[in-house]
């Protein structure tokens, strides 16, 4: 880690994953070296089987790398094991993934606290930091007290939202956050990332195979077969203007 | 994650699919259930023949003819086949230091018939004064056999209240005359009702004078048992010990292997309870069973379960949560399942086993520890097949979970 970059957040060098399966080696990245500071809003971008999935998990402290080291926040988390890497997911990392992953017949407020709930917050506390994070979200306050799947796609990608920002983490990380939706629902989602970026300088890293969902970020990193292709300022930056 | 927590996510996630919990918890509810109302059964019973024996005389040794082989029991030993025990007998046991009181018997099955001739098949036994005093009998009307009927071979009988009722119905007995294979009885009295215990109904029975029994009626001069009063509950070993020598004695036998056989009331007791005993284990075990099909259910659920909640577990885990977060969600999930269907079978135990004393008046005992007992094995049932599938939910790679389809 370089002193003088103090605000980097994502650090990775050389980061490589092998999947040993029997006795066959799948690469899944090769020597991927990359910085992301704090305020990013950086879309990571490549066709299916380019390994944006398997960096993704890295980045995302569900997996580890095979060689190389990873710092998150200053933190290095290459080299940890299962229950601390969940620790370093529960208080620096909010996950936005294509299917909303929403816990059913459970409310929406309910499902929001879930992250609060495995930090050990206190109930009352839990609540207040809930309705902020929805707030945030731009999500309606009438269906706070809704079941999950009584929700539209849209409307349930926002909870997700709020449920990735409740534990006020250090990145979040979106998946193909629009793959579910349709292309209206999917601005509004992607509206959303753009104000959280903006107004509250949130890190925000978007994970896509679509050149145009990637146009919104302010960053583009290209990755092909492994291996990191590009990565460049996106100079013409989709920013959707509030309609209203 | 707080206890709390845990409490309410198992709540939702419980009530998620109450159907399946529903059929789950029944599965453990019948298992228990009928646990507890097999032992309450087996309890029950033991407690009441216990008491039965205990009404019917303390402190008593029956002596009876012939001996008991290795391992046959006192059922097989052909009580009355054997002709060994006569009436001298009784004077020789009345000299042993601790006999309270002997009643020698004499029993067999005649036809008796009524003044309006109505028939029944009844046990006439012959019996002296002593009897009723030796076996705890209390009179409901009239009298019992004195010595002086006894010894002028009186034709005088005692009813059961069974046969009084069998021969005379709502009719007063007493003054009336029965005929007992062929020769006429004058009724001095009815006993009052003491039930049956173990394999004899004492409620249906005839009694008459010993002598009258002997000479009139059976044309014996041999006893078919006789039943001693011991003074003190500490000197019954002793007085048995004393008897078998001094009959062995008596009838030039080898005290070793005598030609009569000594039973005790807890030998009685002993067996009965052993009878029992075995019996409730053969209940218990078959409701053990389906216990066992109970959890096996439980397993079969959680397992489910885990299989379809794997993108929640995938999800829960890349939020935060730990190993041991999601094996004490399922484990303690699948604890409260047990527990529910615990308590409810419990309950539900307990009103069967007050049904089945009610309607077909077997006595039945719910202890604490048979609810006890039911309380851990199904806590320990819980824990057991919800282990497995808990543990399977907590290794799930959370990738490959969130991806599962």
């Known amino acids: 880690m370089e002193e003088d970059n103090l605000n980097n957040m994502i650090v990775c060098e050389n980061i490589t994953k092998i999947y040993k399966n029997e006795d066959i080696e799948t690469v899944a990245l090769k020597n991927i070296s990359l910085k992301i500071n704090e305020g990013e809003f950086v879309a990571i971008m490549g066709p299916s089987g380019s390994g944006k999935s398997t960096l993704m998990h890295i980045l995302g402290c569900l997996d580890s790398p095979t060689s190389g080291e990873y ?30 992953n929403l816990l059913p017949r459970t409310t929406v407020l309910r499902n929001v606290e879930l992250p609060l709930i495995y930090a050990g917050v206190s109930p009352k506390q839990r609540e207040e930091r809930a309705k902020q994070a929805l707030k945030e979200s731009a999500f309606p306050d ?15 990608q926002r909870v997700a939202i709020a449920r990735s920002l409740v534990n006020d983490p250090k990145i979040i990380l979106a998946d193909e956050p629009t793959g579910n939706l349709d292309t209206k629902t999917g601005e509004i989602v992607l509206e959303t990332f753009q104000t ?22 302010e960053r583009i990193i290209r990755i092909r077969d492994g291996e990191l292709v590009d990565d460049s300022k996106n100079h013409h930056q989709r920013i959707i203007n509030n309609k209203k | 994650m707080k206890i709390r927590d845990l409490i309410s996510e198992i709540f939702i996630s419980l009530t998620a699919n109450k159907v399946r919990s529903g059929l789950t918890i029944l599965g453990i509810v019948i298992g228990i259930a009928s646990v507890i109302a097999m032992i309450s059964i087996g309890q029950g019973a033991s407690t009441q023949i216990q008491g039965n024996i205990e009404s019917l005389g303390s402190n008593l040794l029956t002596i009876v003819p012939g001996s008991v082989r290795p391992g046959m029991g006192i059922v097989s030993s052909g009580r ?30 005649f036809q008796v018939v009524s003044p309006s001739g109505k028939n029944t098949n009844s046990t006439i036994f012959g019996a002296t004064a002593n009897y009723a005093y030796v076996r705890n009998v209390s009179m409901k009307e009239g009298v019992f056999i004195s010595d002086t009927q006894n010894r002028s071979l009186a034709r005088v009988a005692v009813l059961g209240p069974q046969v009084a009722e069998d021969l005379f119905g709502d009719e007063d007995p007493i003054g009336k005359s029965i005929r007992i294979n062929k020769i006429n009885f004058y009724i001095i009295g009815i ?31 041999y006893l078919s048992a006789m039943a001693i009063k011991v003074q003190d509950k500490n000197l019954i070993s002793d007085v048995r ?41 053969f209940l218990a075990s078959v409701a053990g069973i389906s216990l066992l099909v109970g959890g096996i259910g439980i397993m079969n659920m959680m397992l489910t379960a885990v299989t379809e909640r794997t993108r929640e577990i995938g999800l829960r885990k890349a ?37 089945i004393s009610k309607f077909a008046g077997i006595t039945t005992t719910v202890s604490l520890f048979s609810i006890l007992l039911s309380f851990g094995v199904s806590a320990l049932i819980g824990i057991i097949f919800g282990y497995y599938p808990a543990r399977r939910a907590a290794k799930l790679n959370p990738i490959e979970a969130l991806r599962y389809e």
């Open chain 1, 142 to 156: 009438k269906f706070w007290y809704h079941y999950s799947n009584q929700l539209s796609g849209g409307m349930m």
């Open chain 1, 196 to 217: 959280l970026n903006q107004k509250q300088g949130r890190t925000i890293v978007l994970i896509t195979h679509e050149p145009y969902i990637a146009e919104h970020a």
């Open chain 1, 71 to 100: 710092f998150l926040d200053g933190e290095d988390v290459s080299k940890l094991n299962d229950d601390e890497l969940a620790e370093i997911r529960n208080r620096k990392i909010g996950f936005v993934f294509q299917a909303f």
């Open chain 2, 191 to 221: 006993t009052a009702p003491r039930g049956g215990g173990g394999f004899v109904n004492y409620d249906d029975m005839i009694y008459v004078p010993l002598l009258t029994m002997q000479k009139v009626l059976a044309g014996v001069d």
């Open chain 2, 319 to 355: 939020i935060g949560a730990k190993e041991h977060d999601i094996t004490l969600q399922f484990l303690i999930e699948s604890v409260a399942l047990t527990f529910i269907g615990g308590i409810i079978g419990i309950l539900l135990g307990a009103f069967i086993s007050i049904l």
């Open chain 2, 80 to 109: 009355g086949s054997a002709q060994t025990l006569k009436n001298e007998d009784v004077d020789v046991i009345l000299k042993i230091n601790g006999v309270d009181a002997i009643s020698p018997e004499v029993s067999r099955r």
């Open chain 2, 241 to 281: 010990d004393e008897i078998i020598y001094a009959l062995a004695e008596k009838h030039r036998v080898d005290p070793q292997n005598p030609d009569f056989t000594i039973v005790s009331q807890e030998d009685i007791l002993g067996t009965l309870n052993q009878v029992i005993n075995t019996f409730t284990i």
